[in-house]
């Protein structure tokens, strides 16, 4: 399984665009890209996964460039509520593949 | 919209003490699994479990944990004699086995072992 690199933390204002960018050198042909989100005291939610270039879906948008080796998670205009550890994760999305979280981003949006 | 659910939302026991967690999940899914995250620590595979067997599971996962579905709607974890480091929340999870592997996650089983 490709490790990823994420940053510890992020701070943000509401209203504010944010970007967390996610490393994945060693990222197989077969793997897709795939975020989930963590509310404290919560289990982890799927937010958008991808294979190359952009998706966009009604909670964030997913860059990829052409190398694959990296990724960015982007949320427009944050809320308080977005608050929250934002995981990274990289693999083979067949079947029933266990996931395998790193220590993911934690964000905190204040006023 | 469907959702994981898991009970008691909080368990305390003593060392040595054997708990089940219980976990329903999402009824047309077919693949189960289990995870834990110690205070502070990220998220842990333990096992997942597809056509009433163990499809696979961590090191994390001895003898002292089983899984089982016991009847058509149930996915139960069995920690049989407690530790202290089992202290953590649980978070049982469902898949329907789509080609992008959404897992759906319970709000978790909060474990103290005292």
């Known amino acids: 399984l490709a490790k990823t690199t994420q940053p510890i933390s992020m701070d943000s204002y509401e209203g504010q665009e944010v970007n967390i960018t996610c490393s994945h050198n060693n990222i197989a042909t077969n793997d897709y890209i795939t975020w989930y989100q963590q509310f404290p005291s919560q289990g982890p939610r799927f937010i958008i996964q991808?294979?190359?270039t952009k998706v966009t879906n009604e909670v964030a948008s997913l860059f990829i460039p052409a190398d694959r080796k990296s990724s960015t998670l982007s949320l427009p205009r944050v809320s308080l509520s977005d608050t929250a550890v934002y995981y990274c994760l990289v693999g083979d999305r067949g079947g029933f593949q266990k996931l395998v979280f790193g220590t993911g981003t934690r964000l905190l949006v204040s006023p | 919209e469907p959702e994981v659910t898991q009970t008691p939302s909080h368990q305390v026991t003593q060392m040595g003490q054997e708990v089940i967690l219980r976990c329903v999940p999402i009824s047309n899914h077919l693949y189960f699994y289990w995870y834990r995250q110690i205070l502070g620590q990220k998220v842990e595979f333990l096992v997942s479990f597809y056509n009433n067997e163990i499809s696979e599971k961590s090191e994390i996962f001895d003898d002292q944990f089983s899984v089982e579905r016991p009847d058509g709607s149930n996915f139960t974890l069995k920690i049989r004699s407690t530790k202290l480091e089992d202290s953590a929340m649980y978070f049982c999870?469902?898949?329907?086995?789509?080609?992008?592997?959404?897992?759906?996650f319970g709000p978790g089983t909060r474990l103290t072992v005292l």
């Open positions: 991808g294979y190359k």
């Open positions: 999870a469902s898949s329907d086995g789509r080609d992008n592997n959404e897992q759906f």
